[in-house]
Protein backbone atom coordinates (compact mmCIF):
# COMPACT_ATOMS: atom_id res chain seq x y z
CA UNK A 1 0.00 0.00 0.00
CA UNK A 2 1.26 3.30 -0.81
CA UNK A 3 2.67 5.91 1.48
CA UNK A 4 4.10 9.11 2.28
CA UNK A 5 7.01 7.28 3.94
CA UNK A 6 7.44 4.83 1.21
CA UNK A 7 7.51 7.06 -1.38
CA UNK A 8 9.97 9.71 0.43
CA UNK A 9 12.28 6.61 1.09
CA UNK A 10 11.89 5.61 -3.05
CA UNK A 11 12.96 9.45 -3.38
CA UNK A 12 15.76 9.58 -0.96
CA UNK A 13 17.57 6.14 -1.69
CA UNK A 14 17.23 7.46 -5.60
CA UNK A 15 19.28 10.30 -4.59
CA UNK A 16 21.78 8.32 -2.34
CA UNK A 17 21.89 6.03 -5.61
CA UNK A 18 22.67 8.97 -7.67
CA UNK A 19 24.86 10.55 -5.40
CA UNK A 20 27.23 7.19 -4.34
CA UNK A 21 27.47 6.52 -8.30
CA UNK A 22 28.91 9.62 -8.96
CA UNK A 23 31.35 9.21 -6.26
CA UNK A 24 32.05 5.81 -7.93
CA UNK A 25 32.84 6.99 -11.24
CA UNK A 26 36.59 7.80 -10.43
CA UNK A 27 37.37 4.42 -9.48
CA UNK A 28 36.66 2.93 -12.62
CA UNK A 29 39.92 1.98 -14.65
CA UNK A 30 40.98 4.26 -17.07
CA UNK A 31 38.73 3.80 -20.34
CA UNK A 32 35.92 2.63 -18.50
CA UNK A 33 32.76 4.27 -20.01
CA UNK A 34 30.26 5.62 -16.97
CA UNK A 35 27.20 3.95 -19.10
CA UNK A 36 23.94 4.51 -17.23
CA UNK A 37 25.56 4.03 -13.63
CA UNK A 38 24.03 6.85 -12.20
CA UNK A 39 21.05 6.45 -14.17
CA UNK A 40 20.62 3.07 -13.17
CA UNK A 41 21.43 3.01 -9.62
CA UNK A 42 18.96 6.08 -8.75
CA UNK A 43 16.59 3.28 -10.00
CA UNK A 44 18.06 0.76 -7.86
CA UNK A 45 17.74 3.37 -5.32
CA UNK A 46 13.92 4.14 -5.70
CA UNK A 47 12.76 0.33 -5.57
CA UNK A 48 14.89 -0.60 -2.65
CA UNK A 49 13.86 2.69 -1.11
CA UNK A 50 10.12 1.66 -1.80
CA UNK A 51 10.31 -2.07 -1.03
CA UNK A 52 13.05 -2.50 1.88
CA UNK A 53 12.86 0.76 3.46
CA UNK A 54 9.56 1.46 3.06
CA UNK A 55 8.66 -1.67 4.39
CA UNK A 56 10.95 -1.02 7.83
CA UNK A 57 9.50 2.41 8.84
CA UNK A 58 7.50 2.79 11.90
CA UNK A 59 10.08 1.12 14.31
CA UNK A 60 12.08 3.84 16.22
CA UNK A 61 14.88 6.47 15.17
CA UNK A 62 17.60 3.46 16.16
CA UNK A 63 15.75 0.91 13.54
CA UNK A 64 15.11 3.62 11.10
CA UNK A 65 18.94 3.94 11.00
CA UNK A 66 20.09 0.22 10.65
CA UNK A 67 17.23 -0.31 8.16
CA UNK A 68 18.85 2.69 5.61
CA UNK A 69 21.92 1.00 5.87
CA UNK A 70 20.41 -2.27 5.08
CA UNK A 71 18.75 -0.81 2.20
CA UNK A 72 21.95 0.66 0.83
CA UNK A 73 24.02 -2.61 0.86
CA UNK A 74 21.00 -3.95 -0.74
CA UNK A 75 21.03 -1.36 -3.18
CA UNK A 76 24.32 -1.38 -3.45
CA UNK A 77 24.37 -5.40 -4.04
CA UNK A 78 22.15 -5.00 -6.80
CA UNK A 79 24.11 -2.21 -8.75
CA UNK A 80 27.13 -4.33 -8.41
CA UNK A 81 24.90 -7.12 -9.80
CA UNK A 82 23.36 -5.63 -12.92
CA UNK A 83 26.57 -3.82 -14.65
CA UNK A 84 28.29 -7.33 -13.47
CA UNK A 85 25.66 -9.39 -15.73
CA UNK A 86 25.92 -6.48 -18.50
CA UNK A 87 29.50 -6.85 -18.26
CA UNK A 88 29.78 -10.51 -18.28
CA UNK A 89 26.80 -10.31 -21.46
CA UNK A 90 29.31 -8.17 -23.28
CA UNK A 91 32.15 -10.48 -23.04
CA UNK A 92 30.18 -13.35 -23.91
CA UNK A 93 29.43 -11.49 -26.77
CA UNK A 94 33.24 -11.66 -27.78
CA UNK A 95 33.04 -15.10 -26.60
CA UNK A 96 35.57 -14.70 -24.07
CA UNK A 97 33.99 -17.77 -21.85
CA UNK A 98 34.19 -21.38 -22.60
CA UNK A 99 30.83 -22.06 -21.26
CA UNK A 100 27.63 -20.40 -19.14
CA UNK A 101 29.51 -21.63 -15.88
CA UNK A 102 32.13 -19.96 -17.03
CA UNK A 103 29.89 -16.69 -17.51
CA UNK A 104 28.23 -17.27 -14.16
CA UNK A 105 31.21 -17.91 -12.35
CA UNK A 106 32.29 -14.08 -14.76
CA UNK A 107 29.77 -12.09 -13.06
CA UNK A 108 30.96 -13.47 -9.52
CA UNK A 109 34.21 -12.22 -10.23
CA UNK A 110 33.14 -9.07 -11.62
CA UNK A 111 31.05 -8.35 -8.91
CA UNK A 112 34.59 -9.19 -6.82
CA UNK A 113 36.26 -6.88 -9.23
CA UNK A 114 33.95 -4.12 -8.88
CA UNK A 115 33.43 -4.35 -5.05
CA UNK A 116 37.14 -3.75 -4.58
CA UNK A 117 36.92 -0.19 -6.13
CA UNK A 118 34.82 0.49 -3.22
CA UNK A 119 38.60 0.92 -0.88
CA UNK A 120 38.19 4.48 -2.09
CA UNK A 121 35.89 5.60 1.00
CA UNK A 122 33.54 8.40 -0.80
CA UNK A 123 31.08 6.10 -2.16
CA UNK A 124 31.33 3.67 1.08
CA UNK A 125 30.95 6.66 3.39
CA UNK A 126 27.96 8.06 1.07
CA UNK A 127 25.96 4.92 1.33
CA UNK A 128 26.50 4.84 5.00
CA UNK A 129 25.92 8.10 6.21
CA UNK A 130 23.04 8.73 2.86
CA UNK A 131 21.16 5.39 4.19
CA UNK A 132 20.75 6.30 8.02
CA UNK A 133 19.89 10.33 7.00
CA UNK A 134 17.18 8.64 4.78
CA UNK A 135 16.24 6.39 7.08
CA UNK A 136 15.44 9.05 9.57
CA UNK A 137 14.16 11.21 7.36
CA UNK A 138 11.56 8.24 6.65
CA UNK A 139 10.76 7.60 10.03
CA UNK A 140 10.01 11.17 10.78
CA UNK A 141 7.72 11.44 7.92
CA UNK A 142 6.13 8.32 9.00
CA UNK A 143 5.55 9.42 12.23
CA UNK A 144 3.87 12.57 11.23
CA UNK A 145 2.13 11.24 8.60
CA UNK A 146 0.27 8.22 10.15
Not at 115 to 128: C, D, K
Request: aromatic share 8%.
Amino acid sequence: MPTAAKLVAAVLFAIVGAIAAHLYLPTLPEGTPPGYLREVSAGVGLICGWRVMGRRVGKGMGEAAGSGIVTSVVMLFWVLLIFSTQTMIHRSMRSLYDGPMDALLGVLSLMYDYGLNLAAPATPVALLVGGMVAGWIAEIVHKRAG
